[in-house]
């Protein structure tokens, strides 16, 4: 464990700095929420929590567990799932920020975690908050390093850690701005699990001590397909029988244009092509629906329909929570984000699920991933929309190519695995921790 550090001088003037422009600051979030809720009807709700403003009693002890928005969520999910598992008795509050983030916490286990948007970082706010919930431990996914927070942890001596922790050297600098806070802020942290070596490095660059930053793996690796995703994606096929599918999964609206424009030209290869549409903002489910009608094309929805009918040639997938089982009704995926330059997503899901994957260039989120991916035979890379076209074309076009790429994406998931147990071990004592004194 390193030593507790203690606020010294710069320390408090870097805060106090910091807060009072958060505070100034604090109309906008207002502005924030509203202008989001004009796109997303959830935004302009449960204001209360983002102010950390309860009017229920103040809680016993609980585990907690922080993850932002949906890709968090599920790379904490084998966390979670292990944590229920091994002690039924924890009390454990999953917290996100956005409103996708809770839907899938609520689809995924109900009522038997608690659930609330964290707030902003205002240390009033951060303050009844953590007074309010009193964690025992703050497990904080991938690279939410909010100062107010890690600051209230360790002033409140609640062990906070990082884990299955991201830092692309892109978000690097941008928290070059506040490095010397962050840096602060992060040296409080008991233990950085980072996802990989590369991730380390970066982390110790911002300030946090070597001693306490760990490569551990990445949980995502531990992912488990359900059972029932097979049942699900031949349940699927007996409705469309015979028809190549291709999926586009976590789309942003800048890709919507290339998506359409893709389906259209591989149509005239493939006339009974079917696509399958998964944007990654609720807010853009009605806007692709429109654009594949405007393009002449018969569309269900996955809210509405249920199933593709045999005269669609698109399906969009306007639900939460449902990705990995219609990733396993396509033959090639295209996961998003990366035709601009957002990053990418998640790239082992449809491995693991045994789909042949293609993506654009923009992968910094994810490279390492891409990489081990790409090398392995299992990940194709277009260079732009045309380079794309011709990838799922090409891979649409011959079965035994795809097979090659879902076996060699199924072996690395496969020898990938490990971090959940390492993560677990690393989390032992708080735990037992957590354990004697949840009556307190």
């Given amino acids: ?117 964290l707030p902003y970082d205002l240390p009033g706010a951060v303050g009844r908050f953590l007074d309010h919930y009193r964690p025992s431990a703050a497990l904080i996914m991938e690279t939410e390093l909010w100062p107010n927070l890690l600051f209230g942890c360790r002033d409140r001596s609640i062990p906070s850690y990082i884990l299955n922790a991201r830092l692309s050297a892109r978000s690097l600098r941008g928290y070059q701005v506040l490095a010397p806070l962050v840096g602060r802020a992060l040296r409080t942290v008991r233990t950085v699990a980072a996802q990989s070596h590369a991730d380390a490095r970066r982390f110790v660059r911002l300030g946090a001590r070597e001693a306490q930053t760990l490569e551990t793996g990445n949980l995502k690796y531990d992912v488990s397909i359900p059972a029932t995703v097979a049942q699900f994606a031949a349940e699927f096929r007996a409705r469309v029988p015979g028809r190549p599918v291709w999926i586009a999964a976590s789309t942003h609206e800048d890709e919507e244009a290339a998506v359409i424009s893709i389906h259209r030209r591989l149509r005239a290869k493939f006339p009974d092509l079917l696509l399958l549409w998964a944007p990654r903002h609720p807010e853009r489910f009605r806007a692709v629906v429109e654009h594949s ?113 879902v076996a060699a994406g199924r072996a690395l998931v496969e020898t990938g695995r490990g971090a959940l147990g390492r993560t677990m071990a690393l989390l032992e004592p708080v735990v037992s921790e957590h354990g004697r004194n949840t009556a307190a």
Avoid at 310 to 320: G, N
Avoid at 342 to 363: D, F, Q, R, S, Y
């Fill in 1 to 117: 464990m390193p030593p507790v550090t203690k606020p010294d001088f710069i320390e408090r003037l870097l805060r106090v700095l910091y807060s009072a422009a958060l505070y100034l600051l604090a109309p906008v979030t207002v502005y924030h929420l509203i202008w989001r809720g004009f796109r997303q009807p959830a935004y302009l709700q449960r204001w209360s929590e983002r102010y950390a403003l309860y009017r229920d009693p103040r809680h016993t002890r609980t585990l907690w567990v922080h993850a932002v928005s949906v890709g968090e969520v599920n790379a904490a999910l084998p966390l979670v799932q292990a944590l229920r598992r091994g002690r039924p008795d924890l009390r454990l509050l999953v917290t996100t920020i956005t409103p996708t983030g809770s839907e899938r916490v609520r689809a995924l286990w109900k009522d038997e975690v608690e659930h609330v948007y």
């Fill in 293 to 405: 009608r405007n393009a002449g094309w018969q569309v269900s929805t996955r809210s509405r329909g249920q199933w593709a009918q045999r005269e669609d040639a698109v399906f969009v997938i306007d639900t939460l929570g449902e990705l990995v089982n219609f990733y396993a009704c396509a033959d090639v995926a295209f996961v998003g984000g990366s035709l601009q330059a957002v990053g990418g997503h998640n790239l082992l899901e449809p491995a693991a699920t045994g789909t042949a994957i293609v993506t654009g260039p923009h992968l910094h989120n994810f490279l390492e991933i891409a990489h081990k991916l790409e090398q392995a035979g299992a990940l194709r890379i277009g260079a732009d929309v045309d380079a794309l076209e011709r990838e799922v074309g090409t891979l649409l076009g011959d079965p035994a190519a795809r097979a090659d790429m």
